[in-house]
T-cell receptor, first 114, second 113 residues
């Protein structure tokens, strides 16, 4: 089944404890992206990747890191999480390099930072 | 700055009736893409419809259609014959540079039986 998977789906952690949210797609998509969703703000883009080893900042990159060593994986890394990073996170991918193509979203990761 | 505004935080509609969700955006670009995404209680984001700015004709997908007014920078979504399964958050989104996406704050739609 073609899909975007994220792990974990739920995570409660404490301030300063490094964490990684994994994202994987099995559709051979070029483009991948991370978003965070907050009430009243909609989705905001954190980072995106046009292809392997090519990443760029979105709207709200502060406090996050990403890497794209393989086409299928695009992990989101929080080196030192803070409570303002408590949010719902979505990974997305699309076949063509670019957000104009249809994006397929993962199921979301609910992160709470205490 | 590229911004997307959804002025209706919540809406409701009776089953089988028609509802229109509003979206306005701000850009100085001439070529761009607009989208409506649906997020049901399952939280899964699903593309409903997309519109390319250079196309005059309004996009349609079954019961979903848009009213794209480029001069007014307006992109409303019309849902005809509303069904209970249409209950969801709806997000309007915009991209112009093929890279980053801007989303509105969302409209929570409830379809009542």
């Amino acid at each position: 089944e073609a899909q975007v998977t994220q792990n974990p789906r739920y995570l409660i952690t404490v301030t300063g404890k490094k964490l990684t949210v994994t994202c994987s797609q099995n559709m051979n998509h070029e483009y991948m992206s991370w978003y965070r969703q907050d009430p009243g703000l909609g989705l905001r883009q954190i980072y995106y990747s046009m292809n392997v080893e090519v990443t760029d900042k979105g709207d709200v990159p502060e406090g996050y890191k990403v890497s794209r060593k393989e086409k299928r994986n695009f992990p989101l890394i929080l080196e030192s999480p803070s409570p303002n990073q408590t949010s719902l996170y979505f990974c997305a991918s699309s076949l063509l390099a670019g957000a104009t193509d249809t994006q397929y979203f993962g199921p979301g990761t609910r992160l709470t930072v205490l | 700055a590229q911004t997307v505004t959804q002025s209706q935080p919540e809406m409701s509609v009776q089953e089988a009736e028609t509802v229109t969700l509003s979206c306005t955006y701000d850009t100085s670009e001439n070529n761009y893409y607009l989208f409506w995404y649906k997020q049901p209680p399952s939280r899964q984001m699903i593309l409903v419809i997309r519109q390319e700015a250079y196309k005059q004709q309004n996009a349609t997908e079954n019961r979903f259609s848009v009213n794209f007014q480029k001069a007014a920078k307006s992109f409303s979504l019309k849902i005809s014959d509303s069904q209970l399964g249409d209950t969801a958050m709806y997000f309007c989104a915009f991209t112009y540079n093929n890279n980053d996406m801007r989303f509105g704050a969302g409209t929570r739609l409830t379809v009542k039986p």
